[in-house]
C-alpha cells in the first residue's frame, strides 16, 4: 500500500508562488507515474501536471509556463513550484500516483487512471 501526504499550501496574493510537496510511503515509488490534480470549488477535478519514472512531464495548458512538476526518486517526493499564480488557481491540490502501465494524453490526465491519493492541501489565491 502506498500513502502520499501533500504539504506547502497556503494563501498568496496573485503573482505569487507556492511549492507543493508529496511524500510517498511505501515500495517502488521510483516506477510510478506521479501527478497533482486539483479541485476548484464547485468544479470537477482536473489533471494539472505528470511526471513519469524516467522524468518526462506533462502539464494542462492553463498551467503550462507557469508550473514545474519535479520529483526525487532517493526521496520518494513529488513537489509542484507554482509561480505567477492566478485566482483561478484556487483550488485543492491533489496529489496521485499511478502504479502501472499508462500511455498517451487520454490516460494520464483522467482521475480514474491512478491508484493512490493524497488527503489534498488548500491553495488559495488572492487577487
Known amino acids: 500500500q502506498v500513502q502520499l501526504v501533500e504539504s506547502g499550501g497556503g494563501l498568496v496574493q496573485a503573482g505569487g508562488s507556492l511549492r507543493l510537496s508529496c511524500a510517498a510511503s511505501?515500495?517502488?515509488?521510483?516506477?510510478?507515474?506521479m501527478a497533482w490534480f486539483r479541485r476548484a470549488p464547485g468544479k470537477e477535478r482536473e489533471f494539472v501536471a505528470a511526471?513519469?519514472?524516467?522524468?518526462?512531464?506533462y502539464y494542462s495548458d492553463s498551467v503550462k509556463g507557469r508550473f514545474t512538476i519535479s520529483r526525487d526518486n532517493a526521496k520518494n517526493t513529488v513537489a509542484l513550484q507554482m509561480n505567477s499564480l492566478k485566482p483561478e488557481d484556487t483550488a485543492v491540490y491533489y496529489c496521485?500516483?499511478?502504479?502501472?502501465?499508462?500511455?498517451?494524453?487520454?490516460?494520464?490526465?483522467?482521475?480514474?487512471?491512478?491508484?493512490?491519493w493524497g488527503q489534498g492541501t488548500q491553495v488559495t489565491v488572492s487577487s
Open positions: 511526471i513519469s519514472w524516467s522524468e518526462t512531464t
Open positions: 511505501g515500495r517502488a515509488f521510483n516506477t510510478y507515474l
Open positions: 496521485a500516483g499511478l502504479e502501472g502501465y499508462c500511455s498517451g494524453y487520454a490516460c494520464y490526465t483522467i482521475s480514474q487512471s491512478y491508484n493512490y
